[in-house]
């Protein structure tokens, strides 16, 4: 492999970027749902329930997708320069994230299934049950879908303030790598 093709990117590419926005938006309009589930009356639920359920399968999809290119295309070394602790708060927050997005939705339509409930989506898409009906694991599964959910609202605000700490305090690039507009070349696995 030549030096060359083995250089590490500056920026993300197109396509992680795109990933990256509609996830972004797509996780945000599911956490605004799910809190509106939960606050609203009986008829405006169904609705709220059906699009939650196929945005939550839609993210499942895009996240596995996005994690696939990730390790194929890799991603832009954090700066040399940030500390240690710093770096390990990044690695472990984006484990974290990935183990959410995929997580969060294969929970919730297990949660369904125990519960007894149709996993039918926007468009009239059924899903199979993923696991038996039980009372029990669908109670510890919505009590795991709704902590969880407040763990991804926290993590998510995590994310975008250290976002902004690294475009606006230490301006380092981290925050252009994911937001820039222009084409960042590919980067090797590993790198």
């Known amino acids: ?113 125990a519960g007894g409930y149709p996993v039918v989506l926007l468009g009239g898409i059924r899903l199979p049950a993923l696991v038996a009906q039980s009372d029990a694991l669908h109670t510890l599964l919505w009590n795991a879908h709704v902590y969880l959910a407040f763990a991804l609202f926290a993590l998510v605000l995590m994310h975008l303030a250290a976002a902004l700490f690294h475009g606006l305090i230490r301006r380092d690039g981290v925050l252009e790598s994911m937001a820039s507009l222009r084409a960042g070349r590919g980067v090797s696995p590993g790198e």
């Open 1 to 113: 492999m030549s030096q060359e093709t083995r250089q590490v990117a500056s920026r993300f590419t197109l396509l992680q970027r795109t990933l990256h926005w509609l996830m972004a938006v797509a996780i945000l309009a599911m956490l605004f749902i799910g809190i509106a589930m939960v606050s609203i009356v009986v008829p405006a639920y169904v609705p709220l329930l059906a699009t939650h359920k196929t945005l939550g399968i839609a993210i499942l999809a895009l996240a596995v997708v996005r994690l696939a290119v990730r390790v194929f295309q890799g991603a832009p070394k954090l700066p040399a320069d940030l500390p240690v602790p710093m770096k390990l708060a990044a690695h472990l927050s984006h484990y974290a994230l990935y183990a959410l997005m995929i997580g969060m939705p294969l929970i919730g339509w297990a949660m369904l299934s």
